[in-house]
């Protein structure tokens, strides 16, 4: 397995190591393999996380504990779902899967609320850009 140190995989996804150190501290993205030394050692897959984690927070302007909440519900739906597949008995808590719905549908809300948003800006930027370029043409 290619093991990358946490120099790199800073470099890789463009946060600091403090960032990464603290996104594994809240439970963002999961405790890396170590060496004997202790140097964190971060595969393909962890760095890919990160690099979702920065596009949900720079991107789509997810706050932290926006993230936190969206990885409980994502968590506890693959519990549910491991469950649902090694169970004989395939009936679950009802009332646990209608919370996790709700918390999903709560999450696209506010997606979708942030896309309206970042929409709107954009149209108001191609106005502004129009307005600039006919101002050029005069």
């Not at 403090?18 to 501290?25: F, Q």
């Not at 979702?52 to 789509?60: C, G, N, T, Y």
């Not at 706050?63 to 491991?82: A, C, D, M, T």
């Amino acid at each position: 397995m290619n093991w990358i140190k946490i120099d790199e995989a800073a470099k890789m996804t463009g946060i600091t190591k403090r960032a990464i150190r603290y996104y594994e501290e809240i439970g963002l993205i999961q405790p890396p393999e170590r060496s004997d030394g202790q140097v964190r050692l971060y595969t393909e897959e962890d760095i890919e996380q990160l690099k979702r984690v920065v596009d949900a927070k720079e991107v789509l302007g997810f706050s932290l504990q926006e993230l936190q909440h969206f990885l409980s519900i994502k968590g506890r739906v693959l519990e549910h779902k491991v469950q649902y597949e090694t169970s004989r008995d395939k009936t679950f808590k009802q009332s646990e899967l209608e919370e996790i719905a709700v918390g999903l549908k709560e999450q696209r809300n506010m997606l979708e609320d942030k896309m309206e948003k970042m929409k709107s800006f954009q149209n108001e930027l191609k106005d502004l850009i129009q307005k600039v370029e006919s101002l050029l043409k005069v």
